[in-house]
């Protein structure tokens, strides 16, 4: 589907996330012929400076983050950029941004909240006050939304007061990623898995998110966070959705939100038991990570000497519908971590009974292996005879390589969620009650853990994280995938 022209802004628009990602991602889609002759890109920051400087700035700090850009199409690309600089929480100071906006109630106007979420509301209001939110206007909200289940309420109702629902694009851009569309399409455009996608023939599901880069410049964000707001709460929990929700009536963005909001409803709450017994929670120590010494998280630049913030959470989480009753879900996120990667691994049940001279336990559990990064593909896990005489089996993978299979150039998350967003296609984005939900379901956590003075585990960089990470899987007779790899 064709774009219709459209002016992008971006407030935040000289930031990390602009320079690194979002303008990146504009100017991919502009080398693939998808924008308008004269579609534009607004970024909006603080600094007063003039459209030459700034755009020497987009030089410096954005082609870098692009592979190979040519050169004509890069002219035309920042011919595209138009800079304003402006006060975002100071209405007065938007006269140069109505003027640069074109005046057109009709044109498909997107505004890009790159900004800390405590001015949200007032960029809202102070767009309202100077009449640029129309019918057509469309607002992304990047993360953090939120600290806790109050202050993702008060997002919501202040921004609701100025836009639709159907206006709001709150952005998890691991919604973005090929894998998880994929596996949409996995599982309801195929019917071979549909039968087996149920409590009677899952062993586990396991859904891993692990970085090896400690917090770099993000000390003041981070330690206030955590990697259960960071990463939990929003992209490990949608995963967990698009895995465990139920077939919605069609790909449409209601029915879609509809089905994942009926998965974070039936998450089982903790209590204070369970949750001692099902939440394990780290802080990684000084250790090596590819061979070269790194620090540990409390002597990272700025860090507080006694810092309580955990870097890693594992957790056993249940599903309390009939289908997935009974089925462990285990969730895993981590900095400085052996390894990066994002990836589900759906585990199916033991054959019953071996038929060859191999006992049950010699075989590995089928498994569907979803990988989201850092090679976007599927893998299907299986026995299989070994060559020559007699009957020996050995695990075997089935793969799908999306970049070998599929010649096409792919589409980084944030192209995809930027193209839905100026196409006004919302299946991809979270929904009010969305948010509120997820928020419901982990407060008690991080209530629990501001009332208890312990301190997270440590663990060694470079590894996969606390010891006792691997027990509370172990405690069901389980492993975490890499733990359970054959040797070669």
């Known amino acids: 589907m064709a774009l219709k022209d459209f002016d992008l802004v971006l407030f935040g628009g000289s930031g990390d996330l602009a320079m690194r990602k979002l303008l990146p991602a504009m100017y991919a889609r502009d080398v ?58 100071d209405a007065a100071t938007y006269a140069p ?15 890009y909240l790159a900004t800390p979420p405590a001015i949200f509301s007032q960029i809202c209001d102070n767009l309202k006050d100077n009449g640029l939110v129309t019918a057509s206007s469309r607002v992304v909200l ?104 139920e077939p919605p009536t069609s790909i449409a963005p209601d029915a879609v939100r509809d089905a994942k909001l009926q998965v974070l409803r039936s998450l089982k709450r903790f209590t204070p038991t369970t949750l001692a017994q099902n939440i394990v929670r780290g802080q990684y120590r000084a250790g090596h990570v590819d061979g070269k010494p790194v620090p540990s998280y409390r002597d990272e630049p700025d860090a507080p000497e006694h810092s309580r913030t955990e870097t890693f959470v594992a957790m056993k989480a249940e599903i309390d519908t009939w289908r997935w009753a009974g089925v462990p879900f285990y969730l895993r996120t981590g900095k400085r971590m052996a390894d990066s990667l994002a990836e589900i691994v759906v585990r199916f049940k033991q054959i019953p009974h071996s038929i060859f001279n191999q006992p049950t336990s010699s075989f590995m559990n089928n498994s569907l292996v979803i990988r989201l990064q850092p090679d976007e593909g599927l893998r299907m896990n299986l026995m299989a005879k070994t060559p020559g005489e007699g009957m020996r089996l050995k695990p075997a993978e089935l793969e799908l390589d999306f970049r070998e299979t599929f010649k096409t150039p792919r589409m980084e998350a944030y192209e995809r969620l930027l193209l839905d967003v100026l196409r ?52 069901d007779g389980l492993q975490w995938r890499e733990e359970a790899l054959p040797e070669d």
């Open 142 to 245: 990047e993360k953090p939304l939120g600290r806790d289940l109050v202050s993702a309420k008060q997002i919501n109702a202040e921004v609701g007061k100025v836009f639709e629902e159907s206006q709001i694009y709150r952005i998890d851009h691991y919604l973005g990623k090929e894998t998880v569309q994929n596996l949409l399409a996995l599982r309801f455009g195929n019917i071979l898995f549909e039968p087996l996608w149920r409590r009677e023939w899952i062993s586990d599901v396991q859904i891993t998110i692990a970085e090896k880069l400690g917090v770099g410049n993000r000390m003041g964000y981070y330690d206030t966070s955590g990697a259960l707001r960071d990463m939990l709460q929003n992209h490990l929990l949608q995963l967990l959705c698009i895995v465990a929700m």
């Open 424 to 475: 006004g296609q919302l299946t991809l984005f979270m929904r009010g009650d969305e948010l509120e939900a997820a928020w419901e379901w982990v407060e008690p956590i991080l209530n629990n853990w501001e009332q208890d003075e312990s301190v997270p585990i440590p663990y060694a960089a470079g590894t996969w994280g606390p010891a006792a990470a691997s027990a509370l899987i172990g405690r």
């Open 97 to 111: 941004l109505v003027e640069a906006l074109r005046k057109d109630d009709g044109l498909t106007r997107v505004y």
């Open 32 to 89: 693939a012929n998808d924008l308008p002759p004269t579609a534009r890109i607004i970024c909006v920051g603080r600094q007063d400076c003039c459209q030459e400087d700034f755009l020497k700035t987009v030089e410096t700090q954005s082609k870098p983050h692009i592979k190979s850009p040519a050169a004509a199409v890069w002219a035309r690309f920042t011919a595209r950029i138009v800079y304003v600089s402006l006060n975002a929480t």
